[in-house]
């Protein structure tokens, strides 16, 4: 066993009372028996799920590699306790899920046309560290695993609104990926007991998603590029749709996951959405509107492994979670547009 591993093991005797845990002066306890574990927790789901945590008073673990993840996103984040560690490696995972009670397992390489360029990293980072974490979190007694699963899983199928019962359909090593480690979690609970919960996201946006990269979603790309009075590209005819999902939908929904009852939500799959959707020609006009610019955009041949039409069916996650989305897609696309242009004045 690695000496990582072998130091970060717990004994019974190493169990504290929850006051003596939460004590924010009793920094050995602190480190050692965090209740939340997130992994990712320097990119933009993670770190939005982390800090809605602390919010609430929790105790919480992070973890990431910084291959996407930001060192900048870490700034608010000062009470998580915070591991550098890649899930690839699996004393880094020992590490990270000692005396953990719950996951949420937000780390990942996204990104479609990041795997078509180069697929073994995909496969890597989202089934390998998936699988490495799902063992040391059950050699470590996690009690439950939260699944940042994706709705790329459900492919090209002419069917709307997808839903959970839909047999999956992915047709880029993203959507493999991500679809095999929803099939590694379950098997986990079929298997070993361990309570899992899959949320398969529809779209995620908002505050803190990375701009820069060439592949980095299209509404932070569009809302970075058109506040700088750059045009932005639709690859396609613009008539493509998505279910975009704003990131506090995204973090209600895991909180609820997180909460409810085992005999509810273990080895289940549940859309995390807001249950409509708009094309990308239409985007470009409210962003338009928001943002001030007043070009028109560029257009370019479609990317490979790209989805015509996406829309969630959500009612499973009403049924199951209680869950409805809390902000709609133009008030979140408002926030959105708001903190990338005090992040360029700042
Ligand atoms: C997929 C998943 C999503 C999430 C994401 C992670 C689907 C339906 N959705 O998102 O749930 O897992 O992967 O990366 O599979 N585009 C442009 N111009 C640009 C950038 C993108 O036109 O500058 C287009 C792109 O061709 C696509 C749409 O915008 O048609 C959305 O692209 P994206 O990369 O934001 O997300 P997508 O749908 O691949």
């Not at 940042?148 to 002419?158: E, H, K, N, R, V």
């Not at 929904?253 to 807001?274: D, F, R």
Request: net charge negative.
């Amino acid at each position: 066993m690695p000496p990582e591993a072998r130091d970060s093991i717990l004994t019974g005797a190493d169990l504290a009372p929850v006051d003596t845990v939460r004590d924010p002066r009793n920094l050995f306890w602190r480190k050692n028996l965090a209740n939340y574990l997130v992994t990712g927790a320097a990119g933009f789901i993670g770190r939005s799920i982390a800090s809605a945590l602390l919010a609430k008073g929790e105790t919480v673990r992070g973890i990431d590699s910084f291959i996407t993840g930001k060192r900048a996103n870490l700034i608010g984040l000062e009470g998580m306790e915070f591991i550098e560690g890649d899930l690839a490696d699996p004393a880094a995972c020992a590490r990270a899920c000692a005396g953990i009670e719950i996951i949420f397992h937000e780390a990942a390489l996204a990104s479609v046309p990041r795997s078509v360029a180069d697929p073994v990293a995909t496969n890597v980072n989202c089934v390998d560290a998936t699988l490495n974490l799902l063992v040391a979190a059950r050699a470590a007694g996690v009690r439950r695993v939260i699944y940042a699963g994706s709705s790329s899983a459900y492919g090209d199928t002419p069917t709307l609104p997808k839903h959970e019962g839909m047999i999956p359909n992915p047709i880029s090593p993203y959507a493999v990926a991500k679809l095999a480690g929803e099939h590694y979690l379950r098997a986990f609970t079929r298997v070993y007991g361990l309570e899992t919960v899959v949320l398969r996201y529809f779209n995620v946006f908002g505050p803190y998603q990375d701009p820069t990269s060439h592949y980095s979603g299209v509404l932070a790309v569009f809302c970075r590029r058109m506040l700088a009075g750059e045009q932005p590209t639709i690859f396609g005819d613009g008539e493509q749709s998505r279910d975009f999902t704003y990131i506090d939908n995204v973090v209600h929904a895991n909180l609820l996951a997180a909460a409810a009852p085992a005999e509810k939500v273990s080895g289940q799959m549940i859309n995390t959405a807001t249950g409509s959707r708009i094309t990308l020609n239409e985007t470009f006009r409210v962003l338009r509107e928001l943002t001030g610019y007043e070009g028109e955009p560029a257009y370019a041949t479609g990317r490979a492994g790209d989805i015509r039409d996406s829309l969630a069916d959500i009612r499973l996650a009403g049924e199951l979670l209680g869950y409805r989305p809390v902000v709609d897609f133009r008030e979140g696309l408002g926030r959105t547009v708001a903190w990338y242009k005090q992040g360029e004045q700042g």
